[in-house]
Structures are given as C-alpha cells and as structure tokens.
C-alpha cells in the first residue's frame, strides 16, 4: 500500500526535516522517493546504500519506509548506526520492537485528536478562514539514530 506525496501530512513532514537542516547549516545529499510503502522504500534504500560515499544518515517520512531501510541495511551487511542512521516518523508499535529499535518522531496523537474534534464541533468558525495547526513531534531515541 502507498500514499500520496502531495497530503498536507506528508508536505509538514518534508518542510520540517528541510527547516531542520537548514537550521543546523546542512542540505539533503540524495533524496529517493520510498512511496509511503515498505515495497518501494526497500528498492529505495537499496539503490541509496548502494552510494559511494554512502550518506551518513537517512531521514524516512514514516516508520514502514524505515523499517523498510532496516532490513535492507541488514541483508546489505551495512550497520545501523555505526554505518548508517535511520529515523523514522510516526513510532508505530513496531518501531519499538527489539530488532528494530528504531530511532523515530512520535506523534501527538492525542492532542491532534482533541483539536479535530474541537474543529467539527465549531466547523461554522473554520469554513471561510479554515485552519491550519502544526504540532510538535517528540523524537523516540531507540538504537537505529
């Protein structure tokens, strides 16, 4: 299953990580396109590990792309973090599991569901101005970042 690369979700998400850099005085060196799908990130990650010189760090746009990342670095004898770090978006329950452990953004899951009701509850003040909210993530340190 993939997603859409043009969702408000996934745009934040890239603005974000760019903003980042920026901030820290860096650039993206190689950017591959792993469709929001384990499938299409595995090739991706492939084709990015294959690299000389290979990029220190690998930011994926959701948890499966990275987990998808993971596995190839593995059957590619590349070690995570020594060779290669890898941060995800999302920490979905897999995230966490023991041969994963990886490094991701978690989510304001609950607070991103308090204001969205509280948008459709008071949708009349939001239909001519709409509304726009960015909350923070808070990053998961496990071992792959």
């Not at 996934?10 to 903003?19: I, P, V, Y």
């Not at 060196?29 to 990130?41: E, I, L, N």
């Not at 690998?58 to 499966?64: K, R």
């Amino acid at each position: 299953m993939g997603g859409r690369r043009d969702t408000s979700t996934h745009l934040e998400r890239m603005r974000g990580f760019r903003d980042q850099l920026e901030d820290a005085g860096r650039e993206i060196a190689v950017q591959f396109d792993g469709g929001f799908s384990y499938r299409q990130a595995y090739a991706a990650a492939q084709e990015l590990l294959a690299l000389r010189p290979m990029p220190d760090a690998v930011f994926c746009a959701n948890d499966i792309m990275a987990i998808a990342t993971l596995d190839a670095a593995r059957m590619n004898g590349v070690s995570v973090p020594a060779d290669i770090a890898v941060i995800g978006f999302d920490d979905i329950p897999m995230a966490a599991w023991e041969s994963y452990r990886l490094t991701t953004m978690r989510q304001p899951l609950r607070r991103m569901l308090d204001q969205a009701v509280d948008i459709i509850m008071d949708a009349s003040s939001y239909l001519e101005t709409g509304d726009i909210r960015v909350l923070p993530a808070e990053l998961q340190e496990r071992q792959s970042g």
